[in-house]
C-alpha cells in the first residue's frame, strides 16, 4: 500500500520491500556476486596485453568469447546515448544476449571489459543487458563511478589515488604527476570564472548518477516511451534546474539565462569549461557555433535546429502538433517532450526534429564540429558527464522555456481545484533529527526548529579499473551533505469517511516577486500518502529519508561482493536524487526560505491508490518498463501552472494561496551552511590559499 498509519506501520514496512523477495535468496545473492566479474577487466585473460589503454580488434582476436563474436559486439568511439543510431544498436544487441544464460553473458562482457577498459558502450551495454535479462532484473548494479572511475573524477583525483597506491601515474594516464596535488584540489574553472563557485555542485557524484541513471531507465528508441515520459523529461529537468537557480541564488548568481535557438545562440558562448578529465575536451570561452555546417554527430546545423525550434513553438501557439499524415494531435505536456526528445512518442520527427538531442552534441562537438582534427567531444557528450559543464543547465533552461510557452496556453489553476473539503493542515514545522547530530563537530548551538544546516566532507571512494590489475584505488572527492531532519504537521480530517491524503511538499527561496514569476522555483521535497480514520487529527512525522525525490541507499561493490546487500537497497538502476543535495546550501549568515505543503485526495489522484510507492518515484517513477506514473496529477502540481484567485486573478504570493486553501500550509525556515566538516576538508582550503598567494608572489 501506499500509506503507513500509526497502527500498521510495522506491517507496511515488510510488505514494502516485496519486490526484494528473490534478492534476498543465497541463491540471487551469489548471482549478483557472479555478476561484478562482467563490471572487471581481467588481467588473467588470455587476451590481455597488460596495458590498461591498449584497444582491440575483436574479429581479429582468436580468443574472443563465442558470444562476442556472434552478435560481432565491438566498441563504439565515442558512443552517446543522445545519438539514436549508438543507442539503437546497444538496445538490439541487449534484447538478443538477455535471451542467453546469464553465465555466457557475464563471460562475453568480462572479456569486453578487458578489451575496452573504461569504454562507456561497454559500459552501457552490460548495464541495460542485466536491466533486461529475467535472471539480473532484481540484481544490484555497482555503481558506475566505481567501474568506470574516469567518466566521474577528475584527472588530478586520479592520479592522487594512483600515486597514493604506488602506480606511476604518468606512465598510467599520460599524464604529468608533478602537478597532481593541485590539479586534485582545483576546481574546474579558471580562477577568475564565477562558475567555479559552484564547480562542487556540478560534480557531485550523487547527482552525476542520477542523470546517468535516469537515461538508463528511460531510453531513447526504438523502446516506446514509457507511461508519461515526455512529461516527466519535462519535470525531472526543471526540477534540476530549480536547484541549480537555488544554489546559484546562495552565491551570489543569478538565475540561469537560456542558451539555444533564439536565446544567443547565434552569439559567442561566454562561458569556457576544462573539465579536467581523461576522455573530455574543453571548450575555450566566447566561442561560436558554426551555423552552416553539418556536425558530424548530430547530421545537423545550428541553423537548421533553429528552423525546428521555430515550428514547435508555432505548434504550441495553436495548440496542436502535426502527425506525419498531417492529422491534428492534441498538444499535451507528454506529446510535447516526446517530440522534443524525439524518441517513438514523437508526433511527428520529419517536422519537428531531435531538438534535444542534437543541442547536446553540438554544443559537446563545437571546437570540431566536423570531426577533421579528430578532437575528442566535450562534457554535453556524455550523459556521465553533461551536467559538469554550466552549458548543460543553459541549455536545459531553453528547453524548459519551450515547455513554459505551453503551461502559459494552459487554463490557470483555480482556488476551488487545490480545496481539499474538510481536511486542514494546522501547523508545520522543521526539527533536527536528531538535535545533538554531529554536535562534537560544531562550535556553536544549532536552533532545531525550522532551521536547516547544511556542511562540506570530504570523502573516500573505491575505485577499479584504473591500472593493469583488479585491486582498487582510493580517490577523494568532497561533497555537500546537511543534517537530517523531519517535518512534524498537525492534519485535521474533518470528513466522516476515511481519507488516503497526498501530501505535497516543496521548499522556496523567499522573494518579493509575484507567485508566477517564482513558480518555476519551487523544488519538490517530498511526497507521500497517509491514512486518516473520519473525524481524526493526528500529528505525522516524516523522516529526509524516507524523501520521494531521493534514491534509496546507494550499494557498493564491496556490498555486492561481501553479499551485504539486503532489503534496505532499492534497484531502480540507481535513478534518484542524491540525499546529500536535498537540502540546498545555503550561506553562512542563513538564507531565507519556505517550505509548502499540500494535502490532495489521493483517492482521486493516485493512478492505482492502493500501490505501494517506493524509491524516487517523483523523479524516476515506478521501477519497470510498463508500470504507470504514480500520480494522475500534473508533474509538479500546483506549481506546473499559473495560478488564480476566486476573482481569476493571478496569485499574488504564498501567504494569499495558504489564506484561500485551508488543506494548504506554510512556514518559514533558514537554510545555514556551516563550512567545511573535517580537519582534512580544512587543510585543503588552507593549502590552496598557500597557493594562490604563492602563484601571486610570483607575478609580482
Known amino acids: 500500500?501506499?500509506?503507513?498509519?500509526?497502527?500498521?506501520?510495522?506491517?507496511?514496512?515488510?510488505?514494502?520491500?516485496?519486490?526484494?523477495?528473490?534478492?534476498?535468496?543465497?541463491?540471487?545473492?551469489?548471482?549478483?556476486?557472479?555478476?561484478?566479474?562482467a563490471f572487471l577487466h581481467d588481467p588473467k585473460h588470455k587476451s590481455f596485453k597488460g596495458h590498461c589503454g591498449e584497444r582491440f580488434s575483436v574479429k581479429r582476436d582468436e580468443n574472443a568469447s563465442e558470444l562476442v563474436k556472434e552478435f560481432e559486439i565491438d566498441d563504439i568511439p565515442y558512443f552517446s546515448v543522445f545519438q539514436e543510431k549508438h543507442?539503437?544498436?546497444?538496445?538490439?544487441?541487449?534484447?538478443?544476449?538477455?535471451?542467453?544464460?546469464?553465465?555466457?553473458?557475464?563471460?562475453?562482457?568480462?572479456?569486453?571489459?578487458?578489451?575496452?577498459?573504461?569504454?562507456?558502450?561497454?559500459?552501457?551495454?552490460?548495464?541495460?543487458?542485466?536491466?533486461?535479462?529475467?535472471?539480473?532484473?532484481?540484481?544490484?548494479?555497482?555503481?558506475?563511478?566505481q567501474t568506470m572511475p574516469y567518466a566521474y573524477f577528475r584527472e588530478g583525483r586520479m592520479m592522487w589515488g594512483l600515486t597514493k597506491k604506488g602506480e606511476d601515474a604518468m606512465v598510467v594516464m599520460g599524464t604529468n604527476k608533478k602537478h597532481h596535488r593541485k590539479m586534485n584540489i582545483l576546481p574546474t574553472n579558471a580562477k577568475f570564472d564565477k562558475e567555479r563557485r559552484l564547480a562542487w555542485w556540478r560534480?557531485?557524484?550523487?547527482?552525476?548518477?542520477?542523470?546517468?541513471?535516469?537515461?538508463?531507465?528511460?531510453?531513447?528508441?526504438?523502446?516506446?516511451?514509457?507511461?508519461?515520459?515526455?512529461?516527466?523529461?519535462?519535470?525531472?529537468?526543471?526540477?534540476?534546474?530549480?536547484?541549480?537557480?537555488?544554489?546559484?541564488?546562495?552565491?551570489?548568481?543569478?538565475?540561469?539565462?537560456?542558451?539555444?535557438?533564439?536565446?544567443?545562440?547565434?552569439?559567442?558562448?561566454?562561458?569556457?569549461?576544462?573539465?579536467?578529465?581523461?576522455?573530455?575536451?574543453?571548450?575555450?570561452?566566447?566561442?561560436?557555433?558554426?551555423s552552416a555546417e553539418n556536425y558530424t554527430f548530430a547530421k545537423c546545423s545550428p541553423d537548421e535546429l533553429e528552423k525546428f525550434k521555430e515550428r514547435v513553438q508555432f505548434a504550441i501557439a495553436r495548440g496542436f502538433l502535426y502527425d506525419k499524415n498531417e492529422v491534428k494531435v492534441k498538444m499535451t505536456m507528454n506529446n510535447l517532450g516526446n517530440t522534443i526528445l524525439a524518441n517513438e512518442g514523437s508526433v511527428n520527427r520529419t517536422l519537428y526534429g531531435n531538438i534535444h538531442n542534437h543541442g547536446h552534441l553540438m554544443i559537446a562537438n563545437a571546437t570540431d564540429p566536423c570531426g577533421m582534427y579528430n578532437i575528442r567531444p566535450g562534457p554535453m557528450h556524455w550523459d556521465q558527464s553533461a551536467p559538469r559543464d554550466p552549458v548543460f543547465y543553459r541549455w536545459h533552461k531553453f528547453i524548459d522555456n519551450l515547455f513554459e510557452e505551453h503551461r502559459k496556453n494552459l487554463e490557470p489553476h483555480t482556488v476551488k481545484e487545490l480545496e481539499f473539503p474538510g481536511v486542514e493542515i494546522e501547523h508545520l514545522n522543521v526539527k533536527l533529527e536528531p538535535e545533538d547530530y554531529h554536535k562534537k563537530k560544531v562550535d556553536k548551538p544549532l536552533d532545531p526548529k525550522n532551521n536547516f544546516y547544511t556542511y562540506r566532507e570530504t570523502k573516500k571512494y573505491q575505485v577499479y579499473n584504473t591500472n593493469n590489475d583488479q585491486e582498487p584505488i582510493k580517490v577523494k572527492n568532497a561533497s555537500m551533505d546537511h543534517i537530517p531532519y523531519s517535518f512534524n504537521m498537525k492534519v485535521k480530517n474533518k470528513n466522516r469517511g476515511d481519507a488516503m491524503i497526498c501530501f505535497r511538499v516543496f521548499l522556496v527561496p523567499q522573494t518579493d516577486e509575484p507567485l508566477d514569476d517564482w513558480r518555476t522555483m519551487f523544488i519538490e521535497l517530498d511526497k507521500f500518502v497517509e491514512n486518516f480514520k473520519g473525524n481524526e487529527t493526528r500529528e505525522i512525522e516524516r523522516s529526509d529519508k524516507d524523501s520521494s525525490v531521493i534514491?534509496?541507499?546507494?550499494?557498493?561493490?564491496?556490498?555486492?561482493?561481501?553479499?551485504?546487500?539486503?532489503?534496505?537497497?532499492?534497484?531502480?538502476?540507481?535513478?534518484?536524487?542524491?540525499?546529500?543535495?536535498?537540502?540546498?546550501r545555503g550561506t553562512k549568515q542563513g538564507m531565507r526560505g519556505t517550505i509548502f505543503v499540500l494535502a490532495s485526495d489521493w483517492m482521486q489522484d493516485g493512478e492505482n491508490p492502493q500501490e505501494h510507492l517506493y524509491g524516487s518515484w517523483s523523479y524516476c517513477g515506478q521501477k519497470g518498463s510498463k508500470s504507470k506514473y504514480p500520480d494522475m496529477r500534473p508533474m509538479g502540481y500546483?506549481?506546473?501552472?499559473?495560478?488564480?484567485?476566486?476573482?481569476?486573478?493571478?496569485?499574488?504570493?504564498?501567504?494569499?494561496?495558504?489564506?484561500?486553501?485551508?488543506?494548504?500550509?506554510?512556514?518559514?525556515?533558514?537554510?545555514?551552511?556551516?563550512?567545511?566538516?573535517?580537519?582534512?576538508?580544512?587543510?585543503?582550503?588552507?593549502?590552496?590559499?598557500?597557493?594562490?598567494?604563492?602563484?601571486?608572489?610570483?607575478?609580482?
Open 1 to 37: 500500500m501506499a500509506t503507513t498509519t500509526a497502527d500498521n506501520k510495522g506491517s507496511n514496512k515488510d510488505d514494502s520491500y516485496q519486490h526484494y523477495s528473490a534478492m534476498q535468496s543465497q541463491a540471487s545473492k551469489e548471482l549478483n556476486k557472479q555478476i561484478l566479474r
Open 87 to 145: 543507442v539503437e544498436e546497444a538496445h538490439e544487441i541487449a534484447m538478443q544476449m538477455s535471451r542467453r544464460p546469464i553465465e555466457q553473458v557475464v563471460d562475453a562482457f568480462s572479456y569486453l571489459r578487458t578489451c575496452y577498459p573504461g569504454s562507456p558502450y561497454i559500459e552501457h551495454l552490460s548495464r541495460v543487458t542485466f536491466m533486461e535479462h529475467p535472471k539480473t532484473r532484481d540484481c544490484l548494479l555497482p555503481p558506475p563511478e
Open 203 to 290: 560534480e557531485d557524484l550523487g547527482l552525476l548518477n542520477h542523470y546517468y541513471n535516469w537515461h538508463l531507465s528511460y531510453p531513447y528508441p526504438p523502446n516506446p516511451p514509457r507511461d508519461r515520459q515526455g512529461e516527466l523529461f519535462a519535470y525531472m529537468h526543471e526540477q534540476m534546474l530549480a536547484r541549480y537557480d537555488f544554489e546559484r541564488l546562495s552565491r551570489g548568481l543569478a538565475r540561469v539565462q537560456a542558451y539555444g535557438p533564439g536565446y544567443g545562440w547565434d552569439k559567442p558562448l561566454r562561458e569556457g569549461f576544462n573539465p579536467k578529465m581523461k576522455f573530455c575536451s574543453s571548450r575555450p570561452a566566447n566561442m561560436n557555433l558554426t
Open 551 to 584: 534514491s534509496s541507499r546507494r550499494v557498493r561493490f564491496e556490498d555486492i561482493r561481501d553479499g551485504k546487500t539486503d532489503r534496505s537497497y532499492q534497484n531502480n538502476c540507481g535513478c534518484g536524487w542524491p540525499l546529500n543535495l536535498l537540502i540546498p
Open 638 to 700: 500546483p506549481f506546473d501552472k499559473p495560478i488564480v484567485d476566486k476573482r481569476s486573478k493571478p496569485m499574488r504570493d504564498l501567504d494569499t494561496l495558504v489564506d484561500f486553501v485551508p488543506n494548504s500550509c506554510m512556514t518559514d525556515v533558514r537554510i545555514t551552511y556551516l563550512g567545511p566538516w573535517d580537519e582534512e576538508e580544512r587543510k585543503e582550503k588552507r593549502d590552496e590559499k598557500k597557493e594562490r598567494r604563492e602563484d601571486q608572489q610570483k607575478k609580482n
